[in-house]
């Protein structure tokens, strides 16, 4: 059993930023791609970025690409997400994934998810 637990949200103004970190607290977690997405009420889980267990090539949202940046450390068993020029409509709970097969777009693809932590950007 995985347990994730996410931390970093709050408000910020638009075009702040924010560091949402994931720590794992299972010990073979650089064998567990891992993979961030994000939820409004009312909406689907959107996919937002992903990282192999490597740390190797990571992919992310075309919304979020060249603002935001995952990266992990293996030897802590942290996922991390910097998010920087944030806009209103990037406002969601964010949720940290583990254990990805294939390519990490869809949440059905893991198996283990942390409890989410919100980020509200004011316009």
């Known amino acids: 059993q995985v347990q994730l637990v996410e931390s970093g949200g709050g408000l910020v103004q638009a075009g702040g930023s924010l560091r949402l970190s994931c720590a794992a607290s299972?010990?073979?977690?650089?064998?567990?791609?891992m993979g961030w997405f994000r939820q409004d009420p009312g909406k689907e889980r959107e996919f937002v970025a992903f990282i192999p267990g490597s740390g190797g090539s990571t992919t992310y949202a075309d919304s979020v690409k060249g603002r935001f940046a995952i990266s992990r450390d293996n030897a802590k068993r942290t996922v991390t997400l910097q998010m920087n020029s944030l806009k209103p409509e990037d406002t969601a709970v964010y949720y940290c994934a583990a254990g990805a097969l294939g390519l990490g777009y869809t949440p059905a693809e893991y198996a283990y998810w942390g409890q989410g932590t919100r980020v509200t950007v004011s316009s």
């Open positions: 299972v010990r073979t977690f650089s064998r567990f791609n």
